[in-house]
T-cell receptor, first 113, second 114 residues
């Protein structure tokens, strides 16, 4: 089955700096990837997604980069704010197209004021 | 537009009991998925319902079951509870297309089994 892992379980950044959260996946045939943010006591909140026919996708203050050659995914957050403090999960979509996401273990981002 | 609503927010049960969790999807969403989240195993897919039918199933024992009603609302049932079933149970809804699509999660039901 798929295996999704994050490089670092924790990440601390200064307010205003850019954050980069990395993720590796194992299934080279995967064609859908998604990032979620989870704050304490809440469910995962959608941030941004990308399909395998793209290398980069931008949202508001966030950018997802997909490197299919090395099976690597990253989430970049520009000008990190205290409200960005949360656990970030990358997830990989099931090849069949089913709504079955394989989640990574998560990176806890702490923003230092 | 209201988000995904899960009830109850917290539950405490004892071993051997059964429990039913409820989920109301975003209006217009026809697919409801359930996930279990634990510190040790992370987020794991339980099953997905679409048009009142289970469309996909994860690798969980038969004690875990669910159903979906004609209004897309869904319930999840766990019978003969075990200590290891203590977890945050998350429901997610989506439009229900055949391609991977973004899921919108509720805040979850925190189940504690004593």
């Amino acid at each position: 089955g798929e295996s999704v892992g994050l490089h670092l379980p924790t990440l601390s950044v200064q307010e205003g700096d850019n954050s980069i959260i990395n993720c590796a996946y194992s299934n080279s045939a995967s064609d859908y990837f998604i990032w979620y943010k989870q704050e304490s006591g809440k469910g995962p909140q959608f941030i941004i997604d990308i399909r395998s026919n793209m290398d980069k996708r931008q949202g508001q203050r966030v950018t997802v980069l997909l490197n299919k050659t090395v099976k690597h995914l990253s989430l970049q957050i520009a000008a990190t704010q205290p409200g960005d403090s949360a656990v970030y999960f990358c997830a990989e979509g099931d090849q069949t197209g089913a709504n079955n996401l394989f989640f990574g273990t998560g990176t806890r981002l702490t923003v230092i004021p | 537009k209201a988000g995904v609503t899960q009830t109850p927010r917290y539950l405490i049960k004892t071993r051997g009991q059964q429990v039913t969790l409820s989920c109301s999807p975003i209006s217009g969403h026809r697919s409801v998925s359930w996930y279990q989240q634990t510190p040790g195993q992370g987020l794991q897919f339980l099953f997905e319902y679409f048009s009142e039918t289970q469309r996909n199933k994860g690798n969980f024992p038969g004690r875990f079951s669910g159903r979906q009603f004609s209004n897309s609302r869904s319930e999840m049932n766990v019978s003969t509870l075990e200590l290891g079933d203590s977890a945050l149970y998350l429901c997610a809804s989506s439009l229900g297309g055949t391609e991977n699509e973004k899921l919108f999660f509720g805040s979850g039901t925190q189940l504690s089994v004593l």
